[in-house]
């Protein structure tokens, strides 16, 4: 009989003590022979049945934010880069993945793009998801648009910002940010404000 190879990774197999043929040549080999290659078992995880365009969801483990995590050769990754580098075979490191379909989840190769992580932000507020919430947007905000009018106000009428502050349950700092122009910048005084 000719020489053998590994079905893994095709290295020659060499006889044991017993002159008997190994499956693999390496117990890492070996293991991979045992649950099925890589790439079988990454894809038997992503639902595709929706089509060539659709979604693809992950079908396992999540993280908190919603994306695929799965353990890739010794490491837990996320989903949609390991389906990225598959299917491009790219050296993605240092690079961040974009979902063009805002579907954490989503493995479908399409709705994947390679970039920085300034392309990344570029995306995320253009399509209106940077967080950048002013006034009442911000559901940290203790006042609201025509308080911050109120606050002008009462400022130019000679209050002390220390009343103002009490008066609006908000700290004094605060009061003298609004004065000065550093918070609230967007709210003009002349719209009229719904109650």
């Not at 353990?71 to 690079?95: D, P, Q, S």
Request: net charge positive; with cysteine.
């Amino acid at each position: 009989m000719g020489e053998r190879t590994c079905p893994i990774c095709g290295k020659p197999l060499k006889r044991d003590m017993e002159y008997r043929w190994p499956k693999t040549c390496s117990r890492s080999c070996g293991q991979k022979l045992r649950r099925g290659p890589e790439d079988q078992r990454f894809w038997s995880a992503v639902d595709a049945t929706g089509g060539d365009e659709s979604c693809w969801p992950w079908t396992k483990n999540r993280n908190r934010q919603g994306y695929g995590a799965v353990g890739w050769f010794g490491k837990v990754r996320k989903a949609h880069r390991v389906a990225y580098e598959l299917v491009t075979g790219e050296n993605i490191t240092g690079l961040d993945i974009r979902h063009t379909c805002d579907n954490p989840q989503c493995c479908n190769p399409r709705h994947l793009r390679a970039g920085t992580t300034t392309d990344n932000m570029r995306d995320m507020a253009a399509k209106g998801r940077s967080g950048n919430h002013k006034g009442t947007a911000n559901g940290r905000a203790k006042i609201g648009e025509p308080d911050v009018c109120e606050i002008r106000e009462a400022l130019n009428m000679g209050e002390s910002q220390q009343n103002v502050a009490n008066r609006f349950g908000i700290h004094q700092t605060s009061v003298s940010q609004i004065k000065c122009g550093v918070k609230w910048t967007h709210v003009v005084c002349d719209e009229p404000w719904a109650s």
